[in-house]
């Protein structure tokens, strides 16, 4: 009790553009800060689990996983996670787990002793202009379905490359919220 704690901010909130601070001690560097912008948001890596990662170009290097990325407001948004590197070293790729997700895992964990993840077996890919304009779409909403798993839950119900999902239960969808 009594110690300092920091706020967490939501998650869903974060945009493109987004000046973001992460903290940490690359290379063992204590208390070292450094600071760039959201460069994508819901970005899936291709080890194929599905986490909705928050991609930066914070200086982000061995030592700074699992410590915060904070928003200009002083909230944390997510967890430094991982670096894009041919050499090792940080290359102006960096991903954090968003704040949203790791509440959801870490309330799981609680509730469950594990966690439990739905799988749709599904690529996709933002729609282009181009694409909304060649089906009549009006301007670019959903996610464009690249690829359809065998034998997954979304070839069980119908689901073919090429679909454009606009809605999920109902809701409209925007292709960041789609995975």
Known sequence: SGLP???LGDSST????DWVLAIGSPFGLEHSVTQGIVSAIGRSLPDGN???F???DVAVNPGNSGGPLFNLRGEVVGINSQIYSRSGGF???SFAIPMD???RVSDQLRANGRVIRGRIGVQ?????KEVAESIGLGKPAGALVQSVEAGGPAEKAGVEAGDIIVKVDGKRSEERRVG
């Open 5 to 7: 704690a920091v706020q």
């Open 14 to 17: 974060v945009e493109v553009g």
């Open 50 to 52: 599905y986490v909705p």
């Open 54 to 56: 928050i991609q930066t």
């Open 91 to 93: 290359m102006g790729i």
């Open 101 to 103: 997700e790791a509440m």
């Open 124 to 128: 996709i890919a933002p729609v282009t």
